[in-house]
């Protein structure tokens, strides 16, 4: 399990702008990468802008590493729901 949780935040810091959070281009580019087969229409700009939105919970503009962690919270609990 840890590494599966240096991972994460080694996913996170390896998309992250110097302010250490992501922002459009670069959370775009995180979830084509790295959730293409959890995440459909991971081409579709604006669903994947509709993601970002849902998941920025501060309302900021950015995602942070609380809000990214949030989001793969939920995403494993819908992968542990199908199982």
Do not use: P, W
Request: aromatic letters at 8%.
């Amino acid at each position: 399990m840890e590494s599966a949780i240096t991972k994460l935040v080694d996913v996170f810091k390896s998309y992250a702008g110097k302010d250490k959070q992501l922002g459009t281009k670069e959370f775009r580019k995180l979830v084509r990468a790295e959730l293409k087969n959890l995440i459909t229409c991971t081409e579709d700009d604006k669903a994947v802008d509709d993601l970002k939105h849902k998941t920025d919970k501060n309302n900021d503009g950015k995602i942070s590493f609380e809000e990214y962690f949030i989001l793969v919270t939920e995403l494993a609990t819908k992968i542990y729901k199908l199982q």
